[in-house]
Nanobody, 112 residues
Framework: EVQLVESGGGLVQPGGSLRLSCVAS????????MNWVRQAPGKGLEWIST????????KYADAVKGRFTISRDTAKNTLYLQMNSLKTDDTAVYYC?????RGQGTQVTVSS
């Protein structure tokens, strides 16, 4: 059974940083292409980053490029999203995805 469990969200001031984690199980994580997506209040899902199998290709949405970094630790079966220079527009529930599977999400609120 595929499971994805996100954590690391919280309340942070504009300009601050957070690191999100997603612990994966039930599939071969090191070979899996993974995504981070988010959903802001009242809006649809927004793709923000992808890391391909074996980390050969990494992509970011323009809205987060240069501020967010996706990575994975295969020893821990964990996907990360390092978020720096956070803006109020980054407020959303953040989810990790593997194919059709998505975790329960973690809330990120950027507010002064």
């Amino acid at each position: 059974e595929v499971q994805l469990v996100e954590s690391g969200g919280g309340l942070v001031q504009p300009g601050g940083s957070l690191r999100l984690s997603c612990v994966a199980s039930g599939f071969t994580f090191m070979r899996a292409p993974m995504n981070w997506v988010r959903q802001a209040p009242g809006k649809g899902l927004e793709w923000i980053s992808t890391i391909s199998s074996r980390d050969s290709i990494i992509k970011y949405a323009d809205a987060v490029k240069g501020r967010f970094t996706i990575s994975r630790d295969t020893a821990k079966n964990t996907l990360y999203l390092q978020m720096n220079s956070l803006k109020t527009d980054d407020t959303a529930v953040y989810y990790c995805e593997y194919g059709v599977y998505r975790g329960q999400g973690t809330q990120v609120t950027v507010s002064s």
